[in-house]
Antibody
Framework: QVQLKESGPGLVQPSQTLSLTCTVSGFSLTSYNVHWVRQPPGKGLEWMGRMRYNGDTSYNSALKSRLSISRDTSKNQVFLKMNSLQTDDTGTYYC????????????WGQGVMVTVSS | DIVMTQGVLPNPVPSGESASITCRSSKSLVYKDGKTYLNWFLQRPGQSPQLLTYWMSTRASGVSDRFSGSGSGTYFTLKISRVRAEDAGVYYCQQVREYPLTFGSGTKLEIK
């Protein structure tokens, strides 16, 4: 069955770089797009960026200068790197699969909580 | 960017009653194919968001017919009929008409 699972450090120091991994199963990264969405504690959802099935990427312009998304198709993994972290980057980070025939996120990971603090 | 604005519910809603959640977009979400690119999600406490409807009014697989989406190009409503305890959580609208994809700020539903 389709699964996505985020992993990464729970605590990152201010000004440092966040590195997260989304490991997928049940589908191919060369057939589906995978997106990253984050959610500050008690707040709403923010789209961050995506890795397309063909390897192209696109980013939220608000984060573009700090954000990089890449992948390793042999390991079924999508990576997120974001630098210059600040306290307002604290939140839960989700990876989610895009269903292109319907234009929606059909499967989500459980999310990984990241706290930016010294 | 398209701004999504959601309304507030008069919580708590008595079990068995109906609840309507509103969402407005700063730009029409109707594409040239005639479809309206508006999705609704429910996020229960401690869980990931769950898709309820897409293309404004098409229910996702396995979603109860108590959930119905409607609207125009810029004003949308998610109606929940005969609310139940399991419907509690935060509801988000999301536009997928163009990038960056954007979400509303969420509408909390509490059940009495």
């Amino acid at each position: 069955q389709v699964q996505l699972k985020e992993s990464g450090p729970g605590l990152v120091q201010p000004s440092q770089t966040l590195s997260l991994t989304c490991t997928v199963s049940g589908f191919s990264l060369t057939s589906y797009n995978v997106h990253w969405v984050r959610q500050p504690p008690g707040k709403g959802l923010e789209w961050m960026g995506r890795m397309r099935y063909n390897g192209d990427t696109s980013y939220n312009s608000a984060l573009k200068s700090r954000l990089s998304i890449s992948r390793d198709t042999s390991k079924n993994q999508v990576f997120l790197k974001m630098n210059s972290l600040q306290t307002d980057d604290t939140g839960t980070y989700y990876c989610t699969r895009w269903y292109n025939s319907g234009y929606y996120f059909d499967y989500w990971g459980q999310g990984v909580m990241v706290t930016v603090s010294s | 960017d398209i701004v999504m604005t959601q309304g507030v519910l008069p919580n708590p809603v008595p079990s068995g009653e109906s609840a309507s959640i509103t969402c407005r977009s700063s730009k029409s979400l109707v594409y040239k194919d005639g479809k309206t690119y508006l999705n609704w999600f429910l996020q229960r406490p401690g869980q990931s968001p769950q898709l309820l409807t897409y293309w404004m009014s098409t229910r996702a697989s396995g979603v109860s017919d108590r959930f119905s989406g409607s609207g125009s190009g810029t004003y949308f409503t998610l109606k929940i009929s005969r609310v139940r305890a399991e419907d509690a959580g935060v509801y988000y609208c999301q536009q997928v008409r163009e990038y960056p994809l954007t979400f509303g700020s969420g509408t909390k539903l509490e059940i009495k």
